[in-house]
């Protein structure tokens, strides 16, 4: 189901929680702030929010607009986070959540007759957003908005090369696989835009290849957004129309307004730090810049000795190790490969059609 008709009152209610949640949190550094020249900085805000027995519960918070370039895979060693897009950072964080409760047998989660790992009540999870997804979900919103409404005319012979469609290229082209926006002149990432990996998270579920592991599919209920901030017909083609395979439903709730300091405006500028609240985390919140902790980027290379992020695939399947067999693995890139996760991801690819894969970031498990 794709409308944008569902219970608005729960719509609001996820975006009032999340926002005084947001507001409450002790990180000045996370937060967007004013530029020594009188810049004021914004950003998008995400949360996944657990809606048990009709309360409303954030798991994680993040903030974020930026994506690593493509060439940082060739030195990043599964210590650099790419995607820092408030979305992606947030499902990426609630993988972490997962991680999180299997390892401290927290209060949420129990084992089944499998061994596998399942939440112990009845939930449904939302995901809050500031703004529209990038990418097909938001086309419409954009060509009608002030900001940003001017198709790039411009590619570099590398992006026609590969036949990749950059974020703000082609508003002529509809339904199709969208890499992030950036600048029209940024170096390229092959990163996809929010809106597509939503898409597949909808077929394969919000785990990833860690997660799968402990968890059977856990899907997104609901995406909650600004009823101002988005054409039904953009989700209906996106999350629906362009698929001819099954996958899961996913409902839009709405709400009309919030109390968020840092949306998007006239003469801002995008803020270069993302911030990540994960509710079972020590500590809770943590702040990264160039997909490392705020302070270990290096260029060019890993970040420095304990400078990368909790959320890294690195960090992610290391701690995660105690609860997984792994021997049979010399590689990270074996271990995902290895998943039957991998054909449904790839089936669901191949439906989106012009998906150009981003490079390999391996490294020894």
């Given at each position: 189901?794709?409308?944008?008709?569902?219970?608005?009152?729960?719509?609001?209610?996820?975006?009032?929680?999340?926002?005084?949640?947001?507001?409450?949190l002790?990180?000045?550094?996370?937060?967007?702030?004013?530029?020594?020249?009188?810049?004021?900085?914004?950003?998008?805000?995400?949360?996944?929010?657990?809606i048990?027995?009709?309360?409303?519960?954030?798991?994680?918070?993040?903030?974020?607009?930026?994506?690593l370039p493509?060439?940082?895979?060739t030195?990043?060693?599964?210590?650099?986070?790419?995607?820092?897009?408030?979305?992606?950072?947030?499902?990426?964080s609630?993988?972490r959540?997962?991680?999180?409760?299997?390892?401290?047998?927290?209060e949420?989660?129990?084992?089944?007759?499998?061994?596998?790992f399942?939440?112990?009540?009845?939930?449904?999870?939302?995901?809050?957003?500031?703004?529209?997804?990038?990418?097909?979900?938001?086309?419409?919103?954009?060509?009608?908005?002030?900001?940003?409404?001017?198709?790039?005319?411009?590619?570099t012979?590398?992006?026609?090369?590969?036949?990749?469609?950059?974020?703000?290229?082609?508003?002529?082209?509809?339904g199709?696989?969208?890499?992030?926006?950036?600048?029209?002149?940024?170096?390229?990432?092959?990163?996809?835009?929010?809106?597509d990996?939503?898409?597949?998270?909808?077929?394969?579920?919000?785990?990833?290849?860690?997660?799968?592991?402990?968890?059977?599919?856990?899907?997104l209920?609901?995406l909650?957004?600004?009823?101002?901030?988005?054409?039904?017909?953009?989700?209906?083609r996106?999350?629906?129309?362009?698929?001819?395979?099954?996958?899961?439903d996913l409902?839009?709730?709405?709400?009309?307004?919030?109390?968020?300091?840092?949306?998007?405006?006239?003469?801002?500028?995008p803020?270069?730090?993302?911030?990540?609240?994960?509710?079972?985390?020590?500590?809770?919140?943590?702040?990264?810049?160039?997909?490392?902790?705020?302070?270990?980027?290096?260029?060019?290379?890993?970040p420095k000795?304990?400078?990368?992020?909790?959320?890294?695939?690195?960090?992610?399947?290391?701690?995660?190790?105690?609860l997984?067999?792994?021997q049979?693995?010399?590689?990270?890139?074996?271990?995902?490969?290895?998943?039957?996760?991998?054909?449904v991801?790839?089936?669901a690819?191949?439906h989106?059609?012009?998906?150009?894969?981003?490079?390999?970031?391996?490294?020894?498990?």
């Amino acid at each position: 189901m794709i409308s944008g008709s569902g219970d608005d009152h729960l719509g609001q209610r996820i975006a009032d929680v999340v926002v005084d949640k947001f507001l409450k949190l002790n990180s000045k550094a996370g937060k967007p702030s004013v530029r020594s020249n009188g810049v004021k900085e914004w950003t998008v805000l995400a949360s996944m929010v657990m809606i048990k027995d009709n309360e409303v519960i954030p798991l994680c918070l993040t903030t974020g607009v930026k994506s690593l370039p493509e060439k940082v895979r060739t030195y990043s060693q599964g210590l650099m986070v790419h995607d820092m897009h408030a979305e992606i950072l947030c499902i990426r964080s609630f993988n972490r959540f997962l991680i999180e409760e299997c390892l401290k047998d927290g209060e949420m989660v129990v084992r089944t007759d499998t061994q596998k790992f399942k939440f112990k009540d009845d939930i449904k999870l939302a995901l809050f957003i500031s703004e529209p997804p990038c990418g097909d979900a938001s086309m419409n919103y954009l060509i009608s908005s002030k900001q940003d409404n001017t198709p790039w005319k411009d590619e570099t012979p590398e992006t026609k090369r590969r036949k990749v469609i950059r974020g703000r290229s082609h508003f002529d082209k509809l339904g199709i696989v969208r890499t992030k926006p950036g600048r029209s002149d940024s170096v390229e990432t092959l990163s996809k835009s929010c809106s597509d990996k939503l898409c597949i998270k909808q077929s394969t579920g919000l785990n990833n290849s860690v997660t799968s592991e402990l968890f059977d599919p856990i899907f997104l209920d609901y995406l909650v957004l600004r009823s101002d901030k988005f054409h039904r017909d953009d989700l209906a083609r996106c999350f629906k129309d362009r698929f001819a395979i099954s996958i899961h439903d996913l409902e839009i709730l709405t709400y009309e307004e919030d109390n968020y300091p840092f949306h998007k405006a006239e003469g801002t500028v995008p803020s270069p730090n993302s911030l990540v609240y994960i509710d079972n985390c020590e500590p809770t919140i943590h702040v990264l810049n160039n997909g490392v902790k705020i302070g270990s980027y290096v260029k060019n290379k890993p970040p420095k000795k304990g400078g990368e992020s909790i959320l890294c695939n690195h960090r992610m399947i290391q701690d995660a190790s105690k609860l997984l067999d792994l021997q049979t693995y010399t590689t990270y890139i074996e271990f995902k490969n290895s998943q039957e996760r991998r054909k449904v991801i790839e089936k669901a690819k191949n439906h989106l059609e012009n998906w150009v894969c981003t490079g390999i970031d391996d490294f020894s498990i």
